[in-house]
């Protein structure tokens, strides 16, 4: 039976520490959950484009529409983004803010989900329940797929069709209280963290992982 397609348009859904709107999109109205995340380091702005663009592009497969539901969280950190920041408003790296193997630190903050956009978005993933996480973050002098909990089949698909190198969380630096590590091993969910090479034009870090992006979003 046809399901009706849903299209929220950008909702304000909190707000970041200096007042600036987080906003949250959905579209679709399938039995399949999947969350996008459009940015957690300010400076990292690769993602942006993949962020405005993706609706459009998910709706364009009416069948997708009706076999899945897509959130898109536009940024966590906007506060970041407008000051060209990793951190937010309060100097706090928000992806070592969770609370799996959190190490205190001056960039980390004292205790876990204490700043408010982190627990915005760990609000967001209790009300979702997403059966698969998507974040966009950027990485000096290359790209890759790294992945984190049951994705590793995911990221090999994403690879397949982006060229992006696979690199899974425990072959990389450590990584004390991100996000992926809490929702991935916390909480056994697939999480795919999209590395673009760092300083690349966004709509160029769409057109590569396009094809990818909506190949994973499908399962």
């Not at 001056?106 to 876990?112: E, F, I, L, Q, V």
């Not at 627990?119 to 990485?139: G, M, T």
């Not at 049951?150 to 990221?155: F, H, K, N």
């Amino acid at each position: 039976m046809r399901r009706d397609t849903i299209d929220t348009g950008w909702q304000v859904i909190g707000q970041s520490i200096e007042g600036r709107d987080i906003r949250l999109r959905t579209v679709g109205s399938g039995p399949r959950v999947v969350l996008w995340i459009g940015g957690i380091h300010g400076n990292e702005p690769e993602g942006a484009h993949s962020t405005a663009q993706l609706p459009a592009a998910f709706l364009a497969d009416p069948q997708r529409a009706e076999r899945v539901t897509l959130h898109l969280i536009e940024d966590v950190n906007p506060d970041g983004r407008a000051a060209g920041s990793r951190f937010n408003a309060e100097g706090i790296d928000l992806n070592r803010n969770y609370p799996l193997a959190f190490a205190p630190a001056k960039r980390h903050s004292t205790a876990p989900l204490d700043q408010p956009e982190s627990v915005l978005l760990a609000a967001q993933l209790a009300a979702l329940k997403p059966a698969l996480l998507i974040v966009a973050h950027s990485w000096p002098e290359k790209h890759f797929i790294n992945y984190d909990g049951p994705a590793a089949d995911l990221a090999a698909r994403f690879s397949a069709l982006s060229g992006y190198p696979v690199v899974a969380s425990d072959g990389f630096h450590p990584t004390p209280g991100s996000l992926g590590s809490w929702v991935g091993i916390g909480m056994g969910l697939p999480v795919l963290t999209l590395e673009h090479r760092r300083g690349t034009a966004p709509v160029d870090c769409w057109q590569r992982t396009e094809a990818a992006i909506l190949a994973v979003i499908d399962g």
